[in-house]
């Protein structure tokens, strides 16, 4: 079956700017999350959504928003874009809420702002 | 707060050298364990996970790790090394019921043929 697909796979944006990314998780998983990974701090959770409900948010600005639609895709949105958004913004798929299923990761959405 | 320590971060081994790489987490309470790896190019892939049971949990491509309550530390081991291993290791936990995963910095492992 397909993997967990992110598009774009590379972004490039202004400082000021927005920018959407998307989210396909596995056929039939219900949770997705989202990470951002820099060198800097590493891989950190930005939140979790779950039959179109957000059940968890890490330590990211208000700026850091999502949701899930009823496929169960998702979307992450930055505002008023900053150079240290640059990352890689990874999803990851669960078949539902919770971590005894494990998690699979998508290639990620390479952002970078300039 | 709550932390994930990867004490080596760059590893260079040679062909069939036994691996064992340290991961320690800070939390008292229940946690849920993983070892991540990401091989150059690709996304992060599971290696391995310990939910309960058995501490001695074994994963894909021959690897293994040890859940060590008393010690906090979840190490991965391989008992022989391929130049293929080479590639991003990276330790993760969930406590409790809290689903978001905490990772620690990650262990870069160059295997040299």
């Known amino acids: 079956k397909a993997g967990v697909t992110q598009t774009p796979r590379y972004l490039i944006k202004t400082r000021g700017q927005q920018v959407t990314l998307s989210c396909s998780p596995i056929s039939g998983h219900r949770s997705v999350s989202w990470y951002q990974q820099t060198p800097g701090q590493g891989l950190q959770f930005l939140f979790e959504?779950?039959?179109?409900?957000?059940?968890n948010k890490g330590n990211f600005p208000g700026r850091f928003s999502g949701r899930q639609f009823s496929n169960s895709r998702s979307e992450m949105n930055v505002s008023t874009l900053e150079l240290g958004d640059s990352a890689l913004y990874l999803c990851?798929?669960?078949?539902?809420?919770?971590?005894?299923?494990?998690?699979?990761f998508g290639s990620g959405t390479r952002l970078t702002v300039v | 707060a709550q932390s994930v320590s990867q004490h080596n971060h760059h590893v260079i081994l040679s062909e069939a050298a036994s691996l064992e790489l340290g991961c320690n987490y800070s939390y008292g309470g229940t946690v849920n364990l993983f070892w991540y790896v990401q091989y150059p190019g690709q996304h992060l892939q599971l290696l391995l996970k310990y939910f309960s049971g058995d501490p001695l949990v074994k994963g894909i491509k021959g690897f293994e790790a040890e859940f060590i309550k008393s010690k906090f530390s979840f190490n991965l081991r391989k008992p022989s090394v391929q130049w293929s291993d080479t590639a991003e290791y990276f330790c993760?936990?969930?406590?409790?019921?809290?689903?978001?995963?905490?990772w620690g910095a990650g262990t870069k492992l160059i295997i040299k043929p």
């Open positions: 990851a798929s669960s078949p539902g809420q919770g971590t005894i299923w494990g998690y699979t």
């Open positions: 993760a936990v969930t406590l409790d019921s809290n689903y978001q995963l905490i």
């Open positions: 959504y779950f039959s179109e409900t957000q059940r």
